[in-house]
């Protein structure tokens, strides 16, 4: 056999495999243009971005960022990833404010609760007099009959940290 032939057959046996590889990975991964299994098409998820000068995206990037510490709570860095996101994002006196609710209360300061949301959300409420006022929903269950509360958090236009936290009305 020539080394030619013995090239060959080994390059033609990858290029099918790669090719193969590529006309199925898509299917499994669920990312391809067919479609879905139960016969519609797969659904793609929706692009998120964001903007750190905007008061209402730093908002939601904290109750983000702080509800998937407090969900992982069995981790062993989730207690410091969470008192590291107030550190951050609320000033001094919201933190004070906070951990006294916390004394009193027995329930996390943040959430106003003494469990952990499943869903999130942070819409605009208004501004004026260099701050910011947003109203984040939690939404404590899946399913129609889902209970939901509702917090105002109101953040410095300047700094962009968190100046104030409280139940809504």
Same mark, same amino acid.
């Given at each position: 056999?020539s080394v030619r032939i013995r090239?060959?057959?080994?390059?033609?046996?990858?290029?099918?495999?790669?090719?193969?590889?590529?006309? !199925?990975?898509?299917?499994?991964?669920?990312?391809?243009?067919?479609?879905?299994?139960?016969?519609?098409?797969?659904?793609?998820?929706?692009?998120?971005?964001?903007?750190?000068?905007?008061?209402?995206?730093?908002?939601?990037?904290?109750?983000?960022?702080?509800?998937?510490?407090?969900?992982?709570?069995?981790?062993?860095?989730?207690?410091?990833?969470?008192?590291?996101?107030?550190?951050?994002?609320?000033?001094?006196?919201?933190?004070?404010?906070?951990?006294?609710?916390?004394?009193?209360?027995?329930?996390?300061?943040?959430?106003?609760?003494?469990?952990?949301? !499943?869903?999130?959300?942070?819409?605009?409420t208004g501004s004026g007099g260099?701050?910011?006022?947003?109203?984040?929903?939690?939404?404590?269950?899946?399913?129609?009959?889902?209970? !939901?509360?509702?917090?105002? !958090?109101?953040?410095?236009?300047?700094?962009?940290?968190?100046t104030d936290l409280r139940p809504?009305?």
């Amino acid at each position: 056999m020539s080394v030619r032939i013995r090239r060959t057959l080994p390059t033609a046996a990858a290029v099918t495999a790669a090719l193969s590889l590529a006309a !199925v990975a898509p299917a499994l991964a669920g990312t391809g243009t067919g479609t879905a299994p139960t016969g519609g098409r797969a659904a793609s998820a929706p692009a998120v971005q964001g903007d750190p000068r905007s008061a209402t995206q730093r908002v939601a990037d904290f109750y983000g960022a702080y509800i998937d510490s407090v969900w992982d709570g069995e981790d062993p860095a989730a207690g410091a990833d969470a008192k590291a996101l107030r550190a951050f994002y609320l000033t001094a006196d919201a933190r004070r404010k906070v951990e006294a609710y916390e004394a009193k209360e027995h329930a996390d300061g943040i959430l106003f609760a003494q469990n952990v949301p !499943v869903k999130w959300k942070v819409a605009p409420t208004g501004s004026g007099g260099g701050h910011a006022t947003n109203r984040v929903t939690l939404t404590w269950s899946d399913g129609p009959g889902a209970q !939901v509360t509702k917090i105002d !958090v109101r953040s410095d236009l300047r700094t962009r940290k968190i100046t104030d936290l409280r139940p809504a009305g």
